[in-house]
């Protein structure tokens, strides 16, 4: 019954790779997100979807290219993956629409290991 | 534009007594405010937030944080410390204006026995 899962949870692989990392959420939110934690804990919003819709792209290299099949699905794709890739990269979702004052549910991460 | 600031890198408290974590917090207008918590090797978890109205908000597993709008700042207390609240917590902001959420540095709390 885990309201955000994310596959896979270790990820290590070569650099110049490409890999997918999926989510899902059982929760009926409406929004979701990919966040990325440093070795320093530092959190940063890449992207978020609202429906199938997408709503925040920050500035992340074009290599990561979100895809929301449907509003309970959130994939995040990485092409060429480069050494500063390494980092554990967070799925969280929320009701509404992405603003407001909902909090975010939080997947348990994915440790992304480039070799 | 918003921001968040968690001053402490570390908090160290012995068990049984207050805990404290400090956030100050930079918004254009209204903020929403987030404490989350997260255990190693874990996701966050959503600890209490503010909206608007009463000043005081009571979260999950004992803890409360006050928002005070003159000085910016929505600090997390525990009026009695447990081991088991050892952990990395996050405060964060959204303006109500913005989709975006931004989360402070982190505090790293430490229990002791």
Known sequence: D??????????????????????????????????????KKFLKIMFSYNNKELIINETVPNRFSPKSPDKAHLNLHINSLELGDSAVYFCASSHGTGGGNQPQHFGDGTRLSIL | AQSVAQPEDQVNVAEGNPLTVKCTYSVSGNPYLFWYVQYPNRGLQFLLKYITGDNLVKGSYGFEAEFNKSQTSFHLKKPSALVSDSALYFCAVRDRNDYKLSFGAGTTVTVRA
């Not at chain 1, 490409?18 to 009926?28: P, R, T, Y």
């Open chain 1, 2 to 39: 885990t309201a955000v899962s994310q596959t896979p949870k270790y990820l290590v692989t070569q650099m110049g790779n490409d890999k997918s990392i999926k989510c899902e959420q059982n929760l009926g939110h409406d929004t979701m997100y990919w966040y990325k934690q440093d070795s």
